[in-house]
């Protein structure tokens, strides 16, 4: 079971890959790079074994 600690904020992912906000929200939509929920507010998540991936996929 994973826990909270292994997911960044869409703001944190979105400094981590070196875009915008909203490019994250567009690859969540095109299922790019999806996004889990909080369980209490609802707000984005990303794993963060998943950006390192996309990080290791550009370099």
């Given at each position: 079971m994973l826990t909270i600690?292994?997911?960044?904020?869409?703001?944190?992912a979105a400094d981590m890959l070196g875009v915008c906000i909203?490019?994250?929200h567009r690859w969540d939509?095109?299922?790019?790079l999806k996004a889990k929920r909080h369980?209490?507010?609802?707000y984005r998540l990303?794993?963060?074994e998943d950006i390192k991936k996309v990080l290791?996929?550009?370099v």
């Open positions: 600690k292994e997911y960044v904020t869409v703001k944190r909203m490019t994250l939509a095109q299922g790019k369980p209490i507010n609802g990303y794993k963060e290791r996929q550009i």
